[in-house]
């Protein structure tokens, strides 16, 4: 037991590290990974070949692929083709604006790591609210719990799903059958609730010439005449490389390959054909995402070889009482509640070892689909729950001398929660009656 207590004051220690950005993340966990070894050869509970076992390798090979394919397409230039596109449809209509935001931001996330996803619509978004002289505040809100929602229907939209999917071995077509249709009522929740509370912008359509110029600014690449555009060559490996992966992705389970291997291949595509500078390697392949995970899952291993981990499932079990609903409901009200603290990655390597657990009293995807979506409502209660949420607060500030007046342009981790809480609340309880109805 005391084995278990000082894990869990170490790994808390190196998340408050973390989060207060004293030092480089993917350090940071190396560092922490180090001090568990370390602590379970001296209390010895804890091996290096149990903390390899303790790595989910298919996670990381899937991050390392579809880091390569968000990347050459970012640098194609189609991502800020697509945003004028949006500008241009809007037409200073404040309603459409939010739908058609929205929605971009959700499909594309569907595919794309939701911070390269966020990265590219947030400048956007301050461009257009702009030019309606509109409020940024809740349409950039709505757009980052909309990529949440994306990253949470397929196995390969963000960092929670592919640890799920690792550890549980399911394949694409699991996660479009288990998740996506919840998905797709919360996002016309979510669209009910901001459309009530959206600030309407002064009257007018929008300044294209002015989008245009902003974005193209924005955009990696220039055409003869100054103005963004698309790199041909780039957007054609990107798009053909996808368009295999994805296939593949569907097609994994018939042919016998892991989603993984399929991922893994794509990326070493991208190097190949991609152009892909090699200073820009590490950069490219999320190197310090990777680390980072590396690092997380050595130091969940050590808490799952502490016991910590087994008494949080013999809670669930307990309060539980053998009925599979109730136990499936802990388990994903847990990860909600958990998850604004450590973050959704973090959050589902924590608790992979407990579904784990789960998944053997109760088999079935269930348990997986329950955890999924208790972390995608704790991940929209808070910036700091959210993958790309510290992301969209400092580029929020960066723009925000482009606009006047009190906290217009800014979306700090309070003003947040006025829209992020009430959200989560709305998801868990409708999850929950999910969960209620597909559990055996």
Known sequence: MASAFICLLLFVAVFVVVQRDLVDRGAAMLIGAG????LGWALDFYTPARAVQAVYFDTLALLFGMSLISHLLFKSGIFHELAF???TYSR???????VLLVLVTYTISLVFNNLSVMVVMVPLTLVLCRSLAMDPGPVVAAELIASNLGGASTL???FPNMIIGAAARLHFDDFIAGMMVPCLILLAVLLLYFQRRLVAGAPGGVDLESARRALAALSPVRNRDGRGGVDPYLFRVGASVLGVTLAGFFLAQSLGLNPSTVAFWAGIAILIFGRVPRAEWFQAMSGGDILFFLGLFVMVGGLQESGLLDGLHGLIAALGAGSATLSLLLLMWIAGLVTPFLNAGP???????VAKSLSVDFPGATVWWALSLGVLAGSSATLSGATAGPVV??????FRDRFSGGEAGVLDFRRYLRWGLPMAGLFLGISSLYIMAITP
């Not at 200073?92 to 939010?98: I, R, T």
């Not at 959050?347 to 070892?353: G, H, N, Q, R």
């Open 35 to 38: 001090a568990f070894l370390l």
């Open 85 to 87: 596109e949006v500008v």
């Open 92 to 98: 200073g209509n404040a309603l459409l604006v939010l």
């Open 156 to 158: 390969v939209g963000d």
């Open 347 to 353: 959050a589902t390597a924590f608790l992979i070892p």
């Open 393 to 398: 607060a400092s580029g929020m500030v960066n």
